[in-house]
T-cell receptor, first 113, second 111 residues
Framework: GAGVSQSPSNKVTEKGKDVELRCDPI?????LYWYRQSLGQGLEFLIY????????KSGLPSDRFSAERTGGSVSTLTIQRTQQEDSAVYLC???????????FGSGTQLSVL | TQLLEQSPQFLSIQEGENLTVYCNSS?????LQWYRQEPGEGPVLLVT?????EVKKLKRLTFQFGDARKDSSLHITAAQPGDTGLYLC???????????FGTGTRLTIIP
């Protein structure tokens, strides 16, 4: 596709349920990032994938959060046992390589009731 | 933990006025980026400044990187309604690949 695609665009779930958020990066981009944005504020780094290297998971807020990237392309962010404080917009970005421009998707708005 | 503070947090001005948004930190960054984000969309990169003291112009937008590479400003001349959005600065910590984003400035231009 022409840009970074994220699905679903909106997700409403009940507290305690697990959710999976998907990101399709731009074809050929080796770097992929997940960020979280609360209430129209700044972005909080979650995790970074670069090629076949081990991901940088230093931003994941708890062990309920995990992410994987299959085949160097599609990525899934999983949140287990969701809590109300997990409600936010989850943004995915990809870039052609290290230190290059980031292209963001439109995000997934997650609401935990 | 590196922090980037933006000011003001909210700004609402009339079309045609000038404005400046600030991005400040106590940390040094190798480069600093400015993004604009519209509702329901992801941030879009406007500019990257790399050299201390650097000034870049993008039409009516002027970006400056502080001499010490700890702060930056965005000046908009003759603001237009299309400038409305959330402006975010983001610092690159010498290539560690984790951009640190600022707190954001929500700008509204009133026609």
């Amino acid at each position: 596709g022409a840009g970074v695609s994220q699905s679903p665009s909106n997700k409403v779930t009940e507290k305690g349920k697990d959710v999976e958020l998907r990101c399709d990066p731009i074809s050929g981009h080796t770097a992929l990032y997940w960020y979280r944005q609360s209430l129209g504020q700044g972005l909080e780094f979650l995790i970074y994938f670069q090629g076949n290297s081990a991901p940088d998971k230093s931003g994941l807020p708890s062990d309920r959060f995990s992410a994987e990237r299959t085949g160097g392309s599609v990525s899934t962010l999983t949140i287990q046992r969701t809590q109300q404080e997990d409600s936010a917009v989850y943004l995915c970005a990809s870039s052609p390589g290290r230190g290059e421009k980031l292209f963001f998707g439109s995000g997934t708005q997650l609401s935990v009731l | 933990t590196q922090l980037l503070e933006q000011s003001p947090q909210f700004l609402s001005i009339q079309e045609g006025e000038n404005l400046t948004v600030y991005c400040n930190s106590s940390s040094v960054f190798s480069s600093l980026q400015w993004y604009r984000q519209e509702p329901g969309e992801g941030p879009v990169l406007l500019v990257t400044v790399v050299t201390g003291g650097e000034v870049k112009k993008l039409k009516r937008l002027t970006f400056q990187f502080g001499d010490a590479r700890k702060d930056s400003s965005l000046h908009i001349t003759a603001a237009q309604p299309g400038d409305t959005g959330l402006y975010l600065c983001a610092g690159d910590d010498f290539g560690n690949e984790k951009l640190t984003f600022g707190t954001g400035t929500r700008l509204t231009i009133i026609p």
